[in-house]
């Protein structure tokens, strides 16, 4: 749980920054990378992934860079587990040093199995997804959800007569239950999540790319 937690703050810290790099001083290795162009870069990383992912697996790609290293994020903001499931829903990879972060995300919190895939949504899991986000979108007990313009992290998981909802946002964490039948919103908590040193300005300096100003 706690690789987990700390692949989704690393996501959400690229998420939230919303300057870009071409203002990053980059190294020869990553520059050449760099005018490979995000499509090449995408695929590189794709196949150091393995399994069969594609990017029909994530709903968001997004390369960013330090000037020192090069960070291919895919990743599904909104998370669906039926019961006794296990996904692999995010994926983090560097292209120089060839790392790949993942962590499985399961319900109950105890499943397990040895042969576990990347999510892939269906016509049932998007109807449930979209049950949730009106049920949400209704209530007065949690802030409402853009899902145009979702920023944070939200795992959905599906039990007998109720979902279980967990949303990490850059600063708090909150948590409730959703009824399937009348989409009543009850138990709900949240925390604040302090700082992580990590995210100090001189110390992490990851910036998105911009491809649309890329020379040619």
Wanted: aromatic residues 14%; negative net charge.
């Amino acid at each position: 749980m706690k690789i987990f937690k700390i692949i989704i703050l690393f996501n959400l810290i690229l998420t939230y920054n919303t300057c870009y790099a071409q203002d990053i001083k980059m190294t020869k290795e990553v520059e050449e990378i760099f005018f490979l162009g995000k499509d090449s870069i995408v695929e590189f990383a794709l196949d150091k992934v393995g399994r069969g992912v594609s990017i029909k697996n994530f709903n968001q790609i997004k390369v960013f860079t330090d000037g020192k290293e090069i960070w291919v994020s895919f990743v599904n903001p909104i998370k669906y587990l039926p019961q006794e499931t296990v996904f692999y829903f995010d994926v983090a990879v560097g292209i120089l040093q060839q790392m790949v972060s993942m962590s499985p995300i399961s319900n109950p919190l105890d499943y397990n199995e040895k042969n576990i895939s990347f999510y892939k949504e269906t016509k049932e899991t998007k109807m449930n997804v979209q049950f949730v986000l009106q049920a949400i979108n209704k209530s007065n007990e949690t802030d409402p959800i853009d899902i145009i313009n979702f920023k944070d992290d939200m795992i959905i998981r599906a039990y007998e007569s109720y979902y279980d909802i967990s949303i990490v946002s850059e600063f708090q964490e909150s948590s409730f239950k959703i009824e399937k039948v009348s989409g009543k919103i009850y138990d709900t908590e949240h925390n604040h999540l302090e700082q992580d040193p990590m995210e100090d300005e001189d110390k992490y300096e990851f910036k998105e790319i911009n491809w649309d100003n890329v020379k040619k």
